[in-house]
């Protein structure tokens, strides 16, 4: 069905056309695009480390410590100069990860700030070029605030969605591929236990989605309304 004052039937749409258009943005940035898309990996890799170390820790450092000396032992207890070492190792192991990750998102911040904002500039060119050549009969079935909302709140949207949106969807989804093979190598049992609550957590996040969906478009009529109200006044002095 049709909205109110549109022509585009939203069922109609292909999501998937929708997509690869607004990436399409991305092409006269192609470098920058990749560079970025390419930290995001790295994120997602060294994001994966920490927990192993953390195992190998208690496993290969602090149990054995415990083992070794048993529930006899009363006060300060002074370990083996080889689990100090591993300790050493793994603190060391554990603030270049830190460090490592803070310059990566530092730059993958830098790169996906710039990216967006010529993406930004570069919708709003393509948009304002495009009001212009419309008929005055266009502007008197359409309110100034909804436009206002298409040129500025929208564009940085779909900013948004191309540079951090997606990004972080990829992050996301690679960490839990990374953390659901790493499960099942270690133990598939344990692995598949923890699976179970997936079905529902899948059954929830549809759900949610289309009753997000909703809400969303709520909101944006209000904005545009808000942003019309809002011009109408300035206009009225």
């Known amino acids: 069905a049709l909205r109110a004052g549109s022509k585009v039937c939203p069922a109609c749409i292909k999501k998937s056309e929708t997509f690869w258009r607004l990436f399409s943005y991305t092409r006269p940035y192609k470098k920058a695009a990749v560079f970025g898309f390419c930290l995001t990996l790295m994120m997602t890799a060294v994001g994966l480390l920490p927990p ?19 529930s006899e032992f009363e006060g300060v207890v002074t370990p083996r100069a080889e689990f100090v070492t591993m300790l050493g190792w793994v603190v060391l192991g554990l603030l270049s990860i830190h460090f490592s990750r803070m310059l990566i998102n530092g730059l993958r911040s830098y790169t996906l700030g710039w990216l967006g904002q010529r993406i930004t500039y570069d919708l709003q060119t393509e948009i304002f070029s495009y009001l212009q050549l419309l008929s005055l009969s266009f502007y008197s079935q359409h309110s100034t605030g909804r436009i206002m909302t298409r040129v500025t709140s929208d564009t940085e949207r779909m900013r948004g969605f191309i540079t951090t949106g997606f990004q972080d969807m990829v992050i996301a989804v690679l960490t839990l ?26 059954a929830i996040t549809l759900f949610y989605r289309k009753r997000i969906h909703w809400v969303f478009h709520t909101i944006w009529r209000r904005i545009s309304a808000l942003n019309s109200q809002l011009v109408s006044k300035m206009w009225r002095g």
Request: hydrophobic fraction near 60%; aromatic fraction near 8%; charge should be negative.
């Open 52 to 70: 192993q170390l953390n195992r190998y820790l208690i496993d290969d450092v602090i149990v054995p410590v415990i083992m070794e000396r048993g």
């Open 177 to 202: 591929l990374g953390i659901g093979a790493i499960l099942f190598w270690m133990n598939w049992e344990l692995a598949l236990l923890a699976l179970i609550p997936t079905p529902i957590m899948l």
